[in-house]
């Protein structure tokens, strides 16, 4: 009970800190506390505080979500956390990436009559990137940007079987970006859900889940690995198009090169 009342009291905390560490607050064995979590169902002590993280980063707000980070981290160690977590969230994702979904959405893609991409807040970033990436390999890629959930439906009311949606989503989530792939799969196009857990509310209509592993660094999250991903997207399918891509760039080299669009000084 004396651990359950701390978890439930402060599940910010413990999600961060060692079953040793625990243990002391509440006065009992380190044996004790990985017991609990066996009870609750848990491979062990580390999975549930891997569960306690999840719940922290959909439900926290902004706020909280940044007094929880000003715990875990000293004011002198800032840059050496961060940038460990990141290699770390890497690592991760390329050891439990599912690379069967992975090379599937790359040919989906390279296919497709229309490239529609989303992601919204703070996955904007991302999607921007794959999208303008993309709008040099394809003729057409549609940017979803939004400032209404009617604008979102009003840019994919065409979308269809032929047709592919890649959905950027973290916590927290976005529900535009969510009824945007449930919308796009009740209209029969492949869906790809770019996104942190197979628990996210966009996996369930993906036709290709693509996990990466993201983590706090403060009032926002990481998003070093979905980047890192989508890097490795833009590269497959430039593989699979190389004709047309050195084509397409070639043409793209004149033109900025008639225009000086590249100062070439430095």
Not at 17 to 46: M, P, Q, W
Not at 198 to 222: N, T
């Amino acid at each position: 009970m004396k651990i359950a009342n701390y978890i439930l009291e402060n599940y910010d905390k413990a999600a961060y800190i060692t079953a040793a560490k625990l243990g002391a607050i509440v006065n009992v064995s380190e044996s004790t506390i990985v017991r609990f979590a066996y009870e609750l169902e848990f491979d062990g002590y580390h999975a549930m505080q891997l569960a306690l993280r999840e719940l922290i980063r959909t439900n926290l707000t902004s706020f909280e979500r940044m007094e929880v980070a000003n715990d875990l981290m000293k004011e002198n160690n800032v840059l050496d956390k961060v940038l460990a977590t990141d290699i770390d969230r890497i690592k991760h994702t390329l050891e439990e990436i599912d690379r069967n979904a992975f090379d599937c959405a790359v040919r989906k893609i390279a296919s497709a009559r229309r490239i529609y991409v989303i992601g919204l807040r703070s996955a904007s970033l991302i999607a921007g990137f794959l999208a303008r990436n993309f709008s040099m390999i394809f003729d057409s890629v549609v940017l979803i940007q939004s400032t209404s959930g009617s604008e979102v439906f009003e840019n994919i009311m065409q979308i269809g079987p032929e047709d592919v949606l890649i959905a950027v989503s973290f916590p927290r989530y976005s529900k535009r970006v969510i009824k945007a792939v449930e919308f796009a799969s009740k209209a029969g196009a492949n869906v790809i859900s770019i996104t942190d857990r197979d628990a996210s509310p966009i996996a369930e209509y993906a036709d290709q889940l693509l996990v990466a592993k993201s983590d706090m660094a403060s009032f926002v999250d990481s998003l070093v690995a979905p980047l890192s991903l989508v890097n490795a997207i833009i590269a497959s399918v430039s593989l699979l198009r190389k004709d047309e891509v050195e084509q397409r760039l070639r043409k793209l080299e004149e033109i900025w090169e008639e225009y000086e669009v590249y100062d070439k000084q430095g």
